[in-house]
Structure formats: structure tokens, C-alpha cells
């Protein structure tokens, strides 16, 4: 495959699998949204979204397909041959399945944690928005249980978590901590000024693990400290808006 023309870190998920996540290097757009924004409701240009979406696809070696999130856990299969569904179309869903032989599948966040999955025997792949709604709500359970579904095996899929707010950043009020702690132990966290706060990375990487997978690598990436990265959270600082950055996998060709 020709080297993408936009910056992306690679994550192995297994023979023929092209898996990465994106960063805000190497975009069109401007102001705010500045680089490679790849979200369609935060206010970018529609043209400079579109241009930066083909970046993304020409990074993927296909057409990628996108769906409008909601913080869920729904799930969508794209099925092979299918053709292209954007965030602009009718589809709600937090997470896509692609059977060996689809289309390559991506979601897009500012802080909320992208995970990419793929089971190197069946070919089957997922992509996960996985923000605090859908962390309490399970949408990495239910994805994994859609790959097996397809035919996936749980203890041979291969998961990257990726680039996301730390625990150590994520502060939130006690109340809610609570709450979600009572669903999720694992997501319990207190910022690096001693407030309550929420480590979505590691409850993610727990559900994953609970869920049978046993391979999970965890990028070491908090958004809110690197700006490499668009955040939310960073933005809402300086009373800003931002773009949206991507986690993409395609599946291999099918045999």
C-alpha cells in the first residue's frame, strides 16, 4: 500500500488489517477546526470535511464508512458490498462491524475513547465511540458480541483503545462518579488535583477483557494534554469549538 499523505499512528490488529488512528495533522480546514477534521455537525466547512475524509480514505486504502453517533450502544453491520454510509445519513449507531472482504469503518471523537478490534482468522473488524454514556451503556460489549456474531472468535480479536481523555484529567462531579462507578469499578479515577474524575480507557479496556478479549493495547495518548489531538474539553477551555479526530480499520480482502 502507498504511504497515506496524512500523518496516522498505526495499530497492528493482525495480518491484513489496516488499522490507525488519526490526528489533526495534514488536514484543509481552518480556525478552530484547524487540520484534519473529519466531524460534520461541529461548524467546519462541509467541503473541508469532505476533503479531509478522502485523506482518510486514501490513508485507508478505501472507502470508509461513518454513521451518526449518539451515545449508545447499537450496533451496525456493514455488510460486504454495501456501499458507503456517512454521519449524515439516517443510521444511528456508536459502533460498526465489517465482515471480511467490507469496507474499512470509522468513528470519530474529541476526548471520548476510539476502539479498533479485528479478528485475524475470521476477517471480521469493529470500530467503537465509546464516551461516557456509552461506557455505562456497554457499546464494547455489545460490539464484541456483534463480531461473534459474524463469526468472530472473542479470545483470538485483537483490540486497540485508543488516543482519549485520561483519568487524570477527566474530572467530573462526585455524584456522577458514583454512578458510573457503581456500573463500571474500573472507570473510578481522581484527577491530578485530587477531584473526582473518570478513567474511560481503562473501563473500556476491562469491558473488553470481560467481554473475552484477551489481546488490549492501550495507547498511552490523553487528548485533553496532547495537542496532536483535537479535545472537547480542551476547546471548552478557551471557549472554543473543535474538530473531530478518527479511528479507522479495514478488514482484509476476502479470501
Do not use: K
Not at 160 to 181: F, H, K, M, N, T
Not at 229 to 237: D, E, L, M
Amino acid at each position: 500500500m502507498h504511504a497515506p499523505r496524512i500523518p496516522v499512528l498505526e495499530v497492528d490488529l493482525g495480518p491484513g488489517i489496516r488499522a490507525f488512528f488519526t490526528t489533526r495533522d495534514g488536514g484543509v480546514s481552518t480556525g478552530p477546526w484547524a487540520g484534519l477534521n473529519v466531524g460534520t455537525a461541529v461548524g467546519d466547512a462541509p467541503g473541508s470535511v469532505e476533503e479531509n475524509r478522502r485523506l482518510v480514505e486514501d490513508a485507508a486504502g478505501g472507502p470508509v464508512t461513518f454513521v451518526s453517533q449518539v451515545h449508545g450502544r447499537e450496533v451496525h453491520l456493514v455488510a460486504e458490498g454495501a456501499a458507503p454510509t456517512t454521519s449524515t445519513a439516517p443510521v444511528e449507531a456508536d459502533a460498526l462491524v465489517a465482515p471480511a472482504g467490507g469496507m474499512a469503518v470509522g468513528v470519530y471523537v474529541a476526548d471520548c475513547v476510539p476502539v479498533l478490534l479485528a479478528d485475524p482468522g475470521s476477517g471480521v473488524v469493529a470500530a467503537v465511540h465509546a464516551g461516557r454514556p456509552g461506557v455505562e451503556a456497554g457499546v464494547v460489549t455489545a460490539a464484541v458480541q456483534a463480531m461473534v456474531a459474524a463469526g468472530a472468535d472473542p479470545a483470538q480479536v485483537r483490540a486497540a483503545v485508543g488516543p482519549a481523555v485520561c483519568g487524570r484529567c477527566y474530572e467530573v462531579p462526585e455524584d456522577l462518579q458514583a454512578r458510573v462507578g457503581g456500573t463500571v469499578p474500573d472507570a473510578l479515577s481522581t484527577t491530578a488535583w485530587g477531584t473526582p474524575a473518570l478513567d474511560l480507557p481503562r473501563a473500556v479496556a476491562g469491558q473488553l477483557r470481560a467481554a473475552g478479549v484477551r489481546a488490549v493495547d492501550r495507547l498511552d495518548v490523553c487528548t485533553r494534554t496532547d495537542e496532536r489531538f483535537y479535545s472537547h474539553r480542551r476547546a471548552s477551555a478557551e471557549g472554543l469549538v473543535t474538530g473531530r479526530f478518527a479511528g479507522v480499520v479495514r478488514p482484509p480482502s476476502a479470501s
